[in-house]
Nanobody
């Protein structure tokens, strides 16, 4: 069992940056792969990025590659999403998700059904 709480969302101008945080409960956080998804109104929840357990391999959706960076601090039970050069198309509710066992085959890591735990979401709005 793990509880997840996101923070750091808000309003930012196009081209700006935000850093989202996800705080996890428990003492086995290190054993989970951690992902970020986002959902815009009327859209399905979409994969953004994943960081696996140590050594912490990372994977990114093409739409955010080169702009977003995921990282984790296992000792602090934290995962972060640094978002740079934001555009209005990045506007969405961003969700932190945890998976105890994740597979890379068939792009399972991009599917919402592959994750066992979800945070409540934090709103990111990119607008002038």
């Amino acid at each position: 069992q793990v509880q997840l709480v996101e923070s750091g969302g808000g309003l930012v101008q196009p081209g700006g940056s935000l850093r989202l945080s996800c705080a996890a409960s428990g003492d086995t956080f290190y054993s989970y792969a951690m992902g970020w998804f986002r959902q815009a109104p009327g859209k399905e929840r979409a994969f953004v990025t994943l960081i696996r357990q140590t050594p912490g391999n990372t994977y990114y959706a093409d739409s955010v590659k080169g702009r977003f960076t995921i990282s984790r601090e296992d000792a602090a039970n934290m995962v972060y999403l640094q978002m740079n050069n934001l555009s209005p198309e990045d506007t969405a509710v961003y969700f932190c998700a945890a998976c105890f066992s994740i597979g890379l085959e068939n792009n399972y890591y991009t599917r919402t059904t592959s994750y066992n735990h979800w945070g409540q979401g934090t709103q990111v709005t990119v607008s002038s």
